[in-house]
């Protein structure tokens, strides 16, 4: 199945740059949506012999029978049909994703494809597990797949970790700063999805970026919420974008939660944004800060659709982010060449879209000091034959948060005591002034403690835990820093 490797990063090449060169504005017309489209029966005779039919990429062929084809078709287009004097029946619009793309049984059951061809179209739980497992088989030294949780309804929550090969002992696999990138925490969020997809190929693929992501451990969770997925393509277009216990999961994270006003979030279970009956009650939100409390993840991208905007922590009104504000003083290199399809907005850089609160990647901000992203992309669930072209106007921002890691000065410390054992300590910092009462913390598990500090000058930092001395010392940083060994003595009180 993998002979063909090298041709398929060719392919792989070849769709980057078609993508990238491709870039036009597009309104958007959802493909979920009966006011964008519309459902229609045309024979087979008239197809073929209307050059227009077979031409026309806006129009998605959904069904193929014996005699006729169903297709979805623009409704600004029905008057072009007209005027060509087009023969077609309107059908009842289709109230399931499934009754637009039944071709993903084909996929599923073709099962294993080339990690190059895997932008074929938009994926439901079921051909993401499949993917998942066969690009492990296709890179079994770089991947490992991980189930990090359990979904309300029980369903597994996939995460493919990454970690290419780096003969330098200085990024050995357990003291490799981390990175997260998850998406479809909203189930109906369809391309969401396929930037996470478009992540790993880039990740594993591209040479160009080879050299950073030798020195991180990767982690992507293309579906987080996958009782909303399946409820969106297989029940309705009106479910999904809460999980089996409905509720909106990125409104029931800690930080803050229920907050705010009650434009915020909601304490009403039939609305779309109930909160939950309390912080982090839903399992998909205890996995991800499972993980995160496991892995401490330097950055990490959240994926959500359709605002076409990179939002910024705190997102929460009335929070102030540190002094300095690093995680906004990235925000230049990050968004740099990225180039949106969104014809009736700009992309931009955001503290929020609304009034929020009880979201994750405030909560990320908060209790880990992770520079937290959301990404919002242009457009939700577009006729796939533009979903490529789509991904390609983001996809400056992957290699640009790569970029602002290896060139960030950092601290790098492992805290533990005479026995070598790794300990989780509180850390303060003299560089940075905090208002919400963040602490930060060693990894428990590593004793490892990352800092990206604003410029080369050295901090001091004071580490406390319980059972030991404290310790103060003046660390200087580094773009590419060997960690320095903490070790703590203990409290003879």
Known sequence: MYQNLKKSTILFIFL???????????????????????????????FLKNEFLNNNKESLIIREYKTSKQILIPKTELQNWSDANISFRKLKFPKKFIDIDPNVKQRIKHGCIPLSAMLNGYKETKLNEIYLHCINREFPSRTKLKTIGHSALGKKIFALNILLPNEDTKHQTTER?????????????????????????QSLLNKELEPILKKLDLWIVPILNPDGVNAYWYRSFQEGRKNGFGVDLNRNFPFHWGGGSKQASSNNPKSVYYRGPSASSEPEVKSILKLFEKNHFLFSISIHCYANSLLVPYSIENKNNTNPDLAWEFVNELTKNINSQREDKPFLAKKNLYEVDGTDQDSFYHLFGTYAYLLESSHRVENYNFVPTILGGFRPLWANLLKVYDNAWKIKIKVQNQSGKQIKAKIKNNTFEYFENEIQYSNQDTGIYTLILPNNKPTLLQIETNQYLPVSLEVFPEKNPNIQIIEVLPNPN
């Not at 980057?16 to 459902?39: C, G, M, T, W």
């Not at 700063?177 to 190929?201: R, T």
């Open 16 to 46: 980057y740059f078609f993508s990238i060169f491709q870039i036009s504005s597009r309104p958007v017309k959802h493909l979920d949506d009966a006011s964008h489209y519309e459902n229609i029966l045309v024979d087979n005779q008239t």
């Open 177 to 201: 700063d981390k990175i997260l990138v998850h998406c479809a925490i909203h189930g109906n969020e369809s391309i969401a999805i396929e930037h996470c997809y478009d992540i790993i190929q």
